[in-house]
């Protein structure tokens, strides 16, 4: 067997030694997260221009849809709980979200999803930030950053009935 045959053998050989490991690393080792469902999505604000809404506790529902590292969705303010006690929303007073994002896979810590949203309230309509680290299939948490009264908080979302 000549020389060049031997290189051209072994890299070819290399090549799919490569191919079949980052296949195997792809497909069965490093999952990438699938978080098309319906979330319960829970505020809590920490920081707010408004003083009323400091410890404002405030409950939306979001239905995520997924395409590769993409997200897009709706969404619904249903409750809040402040100190004058729990608001609950029927469905024509509820405010409306529209929602994209995207994922940040990572291979050496947890992933990571940022959400941008408006949202068409019933005073005004406003824009809210999520930055969020995927916890687990069924859960995601981190902060947010709001227009509403230049609010700052924490924010958890829980999925319901996994698809």
């Known amino acids: 067997m000549s020389e060049i045959t031997k290189?051209?053998?072994?890299?070819?050989?290399s090549a799919i030694v490569i191919a079949?490991?980052?296949?195997?690393w792809n497909d069965y080792i490093y999952k990438k997260d699938r978080l098309t469902g319906?979330?319960?999505?829970?505020?809590?604000?920490?920081?707010s221009s408004y003083k009323p809404y400091i410890g404002l506790k405030t409950n939306y529902e979001f239905i995520i849809g997924q395409s590769g590292?993409?997200?897009?969705?709706?969404?619904?303010?249903?409750?809040?709980?402040?100190?004058?006690?729990?608001?609950?929303y029927n469905a024509e007073k509820r405010g409306h979200v529209e929602l994209q994002g995207s994922v940040t896979y990572r291979a050496f810590s947890k992933n990571s999803l940022d959400i941008v949203y408006k949202e068409e309230g019933?005073?005004?309509?406003?824009?809210t930030i999520l930055n969020l680290v995927i916890e687990s299939k069924n859960k995601m948490?981190?902060?947010?950053?709001?227009?509403?009264?230049?609010?700052?908080?924490?924010?958890?979302l829980t999925r319901v009935n996994g698809i």
């Not at 290189?7 to 050989?13: A, E, P």
């Open 7 to 13: 290189n051209v053998t072994g890299s070819l050989i």
């Open 141 to 156: 948490s981190g902060t947010f950053i709001s227009t509403i009264a230049s609010s700052k908080g924490v924010v958890t």
């Open 69 to 88: 590292n993409t997200i897009n969705g709706i969404g619904e303010k249903i409750s809040e709980d402040s100190i004058n006690g729990v608001i609950e």
């Open 20 to 24: 079949l490991v980052f296949g195997i």
């Open 122 to 127: 019933l005073k005004r309509p406003s824009s």
């Open 38 to 47: 319906y979330w319960k999505v829970e505020y809590k604000t920490e920081q």
